[in-house]
């Protein structure tokens, strides 16, 4: 009875702490503090020490449970997200004092229960399995308890040997957490004083406008987008219907460049490079939001992805910063539609000239967690795509997850095709605005290899799509630029001009819209023969 009583304890507090499939792996680490109780002791004294030992780690995960229940249910954040390092990270003593005495009611409902935990917790430990002196060690009916318990065992050390796993642990969890926090506190002048430096370089290069009038652009960024899998750019199944609406509306004003590369397989240097302008040349290159500020823009930042380094190398020199996401990491389930909101009101702020950059979740694995519960139309289909997967000997796995992908993408097109439509309607009649789309890396899902996910080691990983609307007449000129090859690393300069920044060293024929496009072949981690399909 007290094994079991101590196990839905705990197995309770990690319930409410994690979604299902988080819990199970909180379980699978919790496994042998649970079956330890089951173990016969029979000196006294190794008793009361695995008494102490159970309870102290045990009350580890129940307080991790209460602790990510609050902040989720008051803050709908994750304790490792951006907002609640950084506010960890910048409360003092005294202002943690005033917090306690602002929300002790809340804080005092959520306690009770960890407190009935723990006085539970103590009666179940002390009344572990006990050995008498005089039974023998081993029993043949105990041979299926010991099977079963070695079974049970197994799974929680594979659970232990995985590292995303294992840094769940409360005691590790919690202990890195505390370093990030300290981490945090200590970069903060260091991230303050590049901030400041960034937009003193920018300043210095005196960028001006080549018409000073209003206008409003919006940059997207979406994430681990493949454009072999948007029927904007030829896929089999219907993935982009809304934009190729939008395409037909439209005309030549959006123009789709399904020959756009990413010189990078992930993230961050990823994003780098588009804010950087490619790092080519010599010396720290501006940085994109800087020079738009130092021209007299207004620039927003709205995201839906909680990275902490993205938000301080980036984000964070933009003059309003907005994340609807506070939980990092692949097991977040907000959707890109949350955001759609705040930009609306970035839309119709007052300020003449505006930015947006809009940063997206995409098609970041976990692809099921990337679109609505039951918004899978290629789900058990079997359709042209399956086919050929099959015969190409990809695992059921791996086409499965590739049915999750193009769901994902599916709903993705909805946002994107919103997102113009949003910018669009903000501009009245005469507005002036444009809109750009890329993907900071592509995505492997059964294109070359049997696996999904990033990949650097196949060109899926780099095949991204990029997208380019403007109001001005010139843009219906345009037609010929779709045939163009892009690459990611220069999208910095098209922006640029999107924005009709001028400044000195800029190199405009980097832009995919100038009239003297110099492409350039970039260097990537794959045996490539050309750019141009």
Known sequence: MAPVALALVVVGFIAVGHDSRRALQMAALALPLLLWMLWPLRSSALHRLRAVAVWSVAMLFVLDGA??????????????????????????????????QAYWPAMLARALPVAVAACLMAWAVGRGARASVDAPAWRPQRRRLAAA?????????????SKPWRRMH???????????????RAGWSQQ??????????????????????????????GESVNRDNLSLCGYAR???????????????????????????????????????????????????IALARAAGYRVWWIGNQDDLAVTQQHAQLADEVQMVNRRPGRASDSLDGDLLDD??????????????????????PHYRLRYPAGANPFVDREDEVDVAMRRAGRSSWTREARQDYDAALLYHDGVLSELLGQLRGSLG??????????????????????????????Q??????????????????????????????????????????????????????????????????????????
């Open 170 to 184: 409360p005691a590790l969890f919690w202990t890195q957490w505390l370093e990030s926090t300290q981490q945090l």
């Open 343 to 364: 930009v609306q009101r970035a839309l119709h702020d007052p300020a003449p000239r505006k930015l947006l950059v809009v940063h997206l979740m995409g098609a970041h």
């Open 238 to 288: 219907g993935t982009s219907p809304r934009l190729l609406a939008d395409k037909a509306q439209l005309g030549d004003a959006l123009t789709v460049l399904c020959r756009a590369w990413s010189v990078d397989a992930s993230t961050l240097p990823a994003l780098d490079n588009l804010f950087r302008f490619g790092r080519t040349g010599g010396g720290e290159p501006p940085h994109l």
């Open 429 to 458: 009649a005469a507005g002036r605005g444009a809109w750009m789309y890329l993907s900071d890396h592509g995505q492997e899902v059964g294109h070359e290899i049997d696996h999904a996910g990033h990949s650097a080691a196949t």
């Open 67 to 100: 602790v990510r229940h609050y902040l989720m249910a008051s803050y709908r954040a994750s304790p490792d997200s951006a907002m609640v390092l950084g506010a960890a990270a910048n409360t003092q003593a005294r202002e943690g004092f005033e917090y306690l």
């Open 192 to 221: 303050r004083e590049l901030k400041s430096r960034a937009l003193a370089d920018a300043r210095t290069l005196a960028p001006s406008l080549a018409d000073p009038g209003p206008a409003t652009v919006m940059l997207v960024i």
């Open 149 to 161: 318990v070695a079974a049970l065992l197994l799974v929680s050390g594979l659970a232990h040997a």
């Open 460 to 533: 899926a990983g780099y095949r991204i799509p990029a997208l380019i609307w403007r109001s001005d007449a010139a843009s219906r000129t345009d037609a010929d630029i779709a045939g163009r090859p892009f690459r990611a690393d220069w999208a910095g300069w098209t922006v640029a001009e999107l924005l009709g920044l001028r400044w000195h060293g800029q190199e405009a024929t980097r832009s995919v819209l100038h009239p003297d496009y110099r492409w350039q072949a970039p260097r990537l981690d794959v045996s490539l023969s050309s750019f141009s399909h």
